[in-house]
């Protein structure tokens, strides 16, 4: 990682502020704006998107090519576990230990 | 005031806890993460902190750790927490006033909405949601600040499986909106997108590349608000 501090700073900064705007907006503009309810589906969705792409990309991709064996299943250990209802601990724990397990077998 | 506390009656704090401790285990995995991608400790814990908004952490952490410039990751992580406008506009009576009012925004967040909306007095929307938000602002600074710590002692984290801990936090927090048909169309497409620009694109990019998928949701948005 070679991002400078100063960048850093400000970024976490800006985000910081930008949320608390975010958070003010809906009490303080209530009684002059309305929120048409297929933008608030449409921010949910794209908040989904982005965690997805995120999902797949940390999930599959270490440094721009394919990481290995171990953590997308282990990933996918959890997501199905999670899927049939497991409770989030299980479904958790259950990706990690796949995956150091199958490290253990020598799998990469 | 305190009329208001004692409305935290056991089932009230069961709930809370139950949050509290699912927060907890997010927590651990976002500093463990964030400290193995490079990040100094203090890092995951202020961003904690002063953010408050998981999804947009692991999207700031997930774009710079894997070498990404900042503005994607602050890009990414205000798009995300956009949805606070609307969730301001649904719980506007609980937040407080004078320089209460201040904290009672910053605690706003996916699940102190959610539990505020599902009680039906006042009395107790009031209590769930500063008690959860109260129990959360504790709760991910901290866990962030252990799991960055078990992150820098623990030498190869990765035969831990640690590294297979975070996507598989982050897909388990988004499955319930996933078995929406549309959504989860949305989700599919801009995943794939996201992999088939990882080798092309500067680090970062891929996951914004992904919002275009969102496209696929505005037909049925459109119908909804037709409804």
């Not at chain 1, 990309?57 to 576990?81: F, K, N, Q, Y």
Request: positive net charge.
């Amino acid at each position: 990682m070679t991002v400078s501090p100063m960048l850093l700073v400000v970024s976490i900064a800006v985000l910081a502020v930008g949320t608390f705007a975010f958070r003010f907006a809906g009490p303080a503009l209530r009684s002059r704006i309305t929120f048409p309810p297929q933008v608030t589906k449409l921010l949910e969705t794209a908040s989904v998107v982005l965690l997805a792409a995120l999902v797949v990309t940390s999930g599959l991709m270490e440094d721009g090519v394919l990481a290995g064996v171990a953590r997308p299943t282990g990933v996918l250990v959890g997501g199905l576990l999670a899927w049939y209802k497991a409770p989030f601990a299980v479904a958790v724990v259950g990706a990690a230990g796949t995956a150091a397990v199958l490290r253990l077998f020598g799998l990469p | 005031m305190r009329g208001v506390w004692r409305t935290l009656d056991r089932r009230l704090l069961t709930d809370v806890a139950l949050v509290c401790v699912a927060v907890g285990l997010i927590g651990l995995s976002y500093g463990a993460t964030a400290v193995a991608a490079g990040f100094p400790l203090w890092l995951p814990v202020v961003l904690g902190a002063l953010v408050l908004a998981a999804g947009s952490e692991f999207l700031f952490v997930g774009i710079i750790g894997a070498g990404g410039s900042p503005v994607a990751a602050l890009l990414a992580g205000l798009l995300v927490n956009a949805r606070h406008i609307p969730y301001g506009l649904s719980v506007p009576d609980v937040l407080g006033r004078g320089w209460r009012r201040v904290l009672g925004v910053h605690l706003m967040n996916d699940e102190t909405v959610v539990m505020a909306i599902a009680q039906e007095e006042q009395e107790r929307k009031w209590a769930a949601y500063w008690g959860c938000g109260l129990g959360i602002l504790v709760i991910w600074p901290l866990s962030a600040a252990a799991g960055g710590l078990i992150g820098s002692v623990v030498p190869n984290t990765d035969a831990l499986g640690l590294d297979a801990m975070f996507p598989a936090v982050l897909l388990a927090l988004i499955l319930p909106a996933l078995r929406d048909r549309t959504t989860l169309s949305s989700a599919v497409v801009g995943a794939l997108l996201a992999l088939a620009a990882t080798p092309f694109l500067p680090p970062g990019l891929p996951v914004l590349v992904a919002l275009a998928g969102v496209l696929l949701s505005v037909p049925a948005a459109r119908g909804a608000g037709a409804a």
